[in-house]
């Protein structure tokens, strides 16, 4: 029983492990517009992609490992949920990075303006 929540269950995971970096910086959640923007296109990309290959049989997905709630076009639910969170994990932890790495410059530089 469990397997079948298994896909969900690791997306769920990515997102409770990343989602401190909010709060170190990232600020990616903050601007959910801008969030939107940059994943959506791309999700919606790859969410044709799969309709295609699983249309014609050159992929799938078990079902054991999957709830069996599907899309348009044989889409399994999970591909959506992979296609929005795993991008946002990821734009979480660039942004937290280059907070950090501000940060870094920022304190490692003199005070009071630096040489002229």
Known sequence: MTDRWQ?????????LVTMPLEFLG??????PVR??????????GFLLWDAVAIAARVWMFNPRYVTG???????????LVFFLVVPAC?????????????????SGQPSGGGAR
């Open 7 to 15: 896909y969900l269950l690791v997306m769920a995971a990515c997102l």
């Open 35 to 44: 969030l939107a923007r940059a994943v959506l296109p791309v999700a919606a």
């Open 69 to 79: 709630i599907e899309l348009a076009f044989g889409v399994p639910l999970e591909e």
């Open 90 to 106: 990821a734009l979480l932890t660039y942004g937290c990075v280059e907070a950090l790495l501000r940060r870094a410059r920022r």
């Open 26 to 31: 990232a600020r990616v959640y903050r601007h």
